[in-house]
């Protein structure tokens, strides 16, 4: 019986999992989907757009 106290805690670890992620698959999208999407798009555009300057200093 000692492999059954043993196996308890990951089985249970994996069910909670699962619909763990079950749930997040299934609240993607919705409503806000294509709010949420052009935020990131417009984000991402900033940040390849944006000045690259590298700061560095001068060591004497």
């Known amino acids: 019986m000692d492999y059954v ?3 308890v805690p990951p089985v249970v ?3 909670f999992f699962i619909g763990l992620v079950r749930v997040i698959v299934k609240t993607q999208g919705g409503a806000a989907k294509s709010k949420e999407d052009a935020a990131v798009d417009a ?5 390849e757009s944006g ?3 590298e ?3 001068a060591r004497d």
């Open 55 to 57: 700061h560095t200093t």
């Open 51 to 53: 000045p690259r300057t």
């Open 13 to 15: 670890m994996a069910i």
């Open 5 to 7: 106290s043993a196996l």
């Open 43 to 47: 984000a991402f555009a900033r940040a």
